[in-house]
């Protein structure tokens, strides 16, 4: 649990301080930054499958198959292909906001500070992955303060100091990535450069799979909700500022924790089932106690968030099971069954983004997370069982 807490810790200070930097910039630049946050939750996908794949995907590579270059070698690719993705993305950056509905030049400048923190926070993700194989998990608590504590702070002195917004974005970005260069200098090793993408992908197919569709999933499911007004853009995005940590918290904990000890081959189920339903009742507390807090600040339509709020804390109840199973079948029984159950329950939140109502994205969460617990249940129980240690053996 310890453990557990550790890497939540990093995963707070990584979707914590970009939601209070939307709101204070917010006020005192313009009120409608605060909606970047929820313009932007789409693209969260694309950053995130980049560091589960040059990160996590590398670091299992190392550990089961012995290859000593492959963090590093994952860090310097993961820089590469993202620096191209994200390079795309800013250049199309006035199509991507006339797609979800919005006024382009409201937005600009502060669509491209998101997309560019997304993509060095991608790179630093990848930094922290590397000490959190290493057991090192001290050590990227405190680089995860100091590196959020000083993109927090630039962005908001060069707010309060600069008028013209794209200078505020270029300087608070070089800041930013000033920073995440200093620290990786200090987790650096020599290295020779192997290209082994596709190993790093095996290990974590269901995972890729699983963000990649979600991407598309929020892409329409948002454009599609935007279009009701903007009263439901402010609701999603109070939304996202109540639940979207805690997401992150319990996605990135659970999994990164079960990784790690299943690519040491140390990985006892009901001893991470039980510490993944702690930190469970701890986010889902924090969600009632936001949502309460903030919600006199907001002109929000009730039913719509309380409806969603209610359903989100379901599928978060659901997700240590979900998470956990998912982990497990990935690389102690069949990646390629594993990933494909993914694909099976991706398919069915894009179905459901194209519904014509704002609650769109929440059915398709509620019916996929429902879809892939009964679905992993079935094939562990098929084909391991479960002994008085805590242990998974096959049949």
């Given at each position: ?10 995963t707070l200070l990584g979707s914590v301080f970009p939601i209070i930097t939307w ?184 995972t890729v799979v699983r963000l990649l569709m979600l991407f598309i999933v929020f ?177």
């Amino acid at each position: 649990m310890k453990r557990l807490l550790k890497i939540s810790l990093d995963t707070l200070l990584g979707s914590v301080f970009p939601i209070i930097t939307w709101l204070v910039l917010s006020i005192i630049l313009d009120k409608n930054l605060i909606n970047v946050f929820g313009l932007t939750f789409p693209l969260q996908f694309v950053g995130w499958v980049m560091g589960v794949i040059f990160g996590a995907g590398a670091n299992i590579h190392k550990e089961r198959d012995g290859n000593k270059n492959a963090v590093m070698s994952g860090l310097f690719l993961g820089s590469a292909v993202g620096l191209i993705v994200f390079g795309f993305l800013i250049f199309n950056v006035d199509l991507y906001l006339v797609f979800m509905n919005v006024e382009v030049e409201i937005y600009r400048e502060f669509t491209i500070y998101a997309m560019l923190q997304m993509y060095i926070s991608m790179i630093f993700g990848c930094i922290l992955d590397k000490l959190y194989f290493e057991g090192k998990n001290s050590k990227a608590n405190k680089y995860s303060l100091l590196y959020n504590i000083i993109s927090f702070s630039s962005v908001v002195l060069f707010a309060l100091i600069l008028d013209n917004k794209l200078h505020i974005v270029i300087l608070a970005s070089l800041v930013r990535a000033g920073c995440a260069v200093l620290i990786g200098t200090r987790v650096f090793e020599k290295f020779k450069l192997k290209i082994n993408i596709l190993k790093y992908i095996k290990y974590i197919s269901h995972t890729v799979v699983r963000l990649l569709m979600l991407f598309i999933v929020f892409l329409i499911g948002y454009k599609n909700a935007f279009a009701f007004g903007e009263e439901y853009i402010i609701g999603l995005t109070f939304i996202g500022l109540i639940t979207d940590v805690q997401w992150d918290i319990i996605i990135t904990a659970i999994s990164a924790a079960a990784e790690i000890d299943l690519a040491k081959r140390r990985f006892n189920y009901r001893e991470h089932l039980k510490n993944g339903y702690k930190l469970c009742a701890l986010v889902v507390t924090s969600i009632l106690i936001l949502a309460v807090c903030l919600w006199n600040f907001y002109d929000i339509p009730a039913a719509f968030v309380v409806v969603i709020i209610i359903l989100d804390i379901y599928a978060l109840l659901l997700y240590p099971l979900c998470g956990i199973n998912s982990c497990f079948l990935q690389l102690e029984y069949s990646a390629k069954k594993n990933t494909a159950n993914q694909f099976v329950m991706s398919l069915m939140r894009i179905v459901c983004a194209f519904f014509r109502t704002p609650y769109n994205s929440t059915i398709g969460q509620i019916i996929g997370t429902t879809y892939i617990l009964l679905s992993t249940t079935i094939m562990l129980k098929r084909n391991f069982v479960l002994d008085e240690s805590g242990e998974l053996l096959r049949r």
